[in-house]
């Protein structure tokens, strides 16, 4: 025994299977009880229509593909943006300038991520 500093992620779909000792119920039932005593109503705005559980639900839905796919267009898009930044480069106009800097940091991440 000892300190728990994690879990194997699998280990979450188990929740719903492994029962109580002490009352009828399963684990992911007693946590959800302790969730809402300690937090009243923000389970229920997470279930809400549009709340975080539908993005969640859409978000597991995604495929590696069509992540790279929306990271090529975003990809273009700051490149796009980046050229009309530098036709400006001339201006002393201080947002642009920062403006630029902040792309341009933007366009080295989305790069690093292609990869």
Same mark, same amino acid.
């Given at each position: $025994? ?9 280990? +979450? ?6 029962? /109580?000792?002490?009352q009828p119920g399963t684990l ?6 302790? /969730?809402? $005593? ?19 639900? $859409? ?5 590696l593909r069509d992540l790279c ?16 930044l530098r036709a400006d480069e001339? %201006? $002393?106009?201080?947002? +642009? %300038?920062?403006?630029?800097? /902040?792309?341009? /940091? ?10």
């Amino acid at each position: $025994r000892g300190r728990a500093d994690g879990f194997a992620i699998d280990a +979450l779909a188990q929740l719903k299977t492994v029962k /109580m000792s002490s009352q009828p119920g399963t684990l992911i039932d007693f946590i959800t009880e302790q /969730m809402e $005593r300690r937090y009243p109503g923000e389970l229920a705005e997470v279930f809400e229509q549009h709340g975080e559980a539908e993005c969640i639900n $859409r978000s597991a839905r995604r495929t590696l593909r069509d992540l790279c796919t929306e990271l090529d267009g975003l990809r273009a898009g700051l490149k796009r943006l980046g050229r009309l930044l530098r036709a400006d480069e001339a %201006s $002393r106009d201080e947002a +642009l %300038s920062r403006h630029r800097e /902040m792309l341009a /940091m933007c366009a080295a991440d989305a790069d690093a991520l292609q990869g």
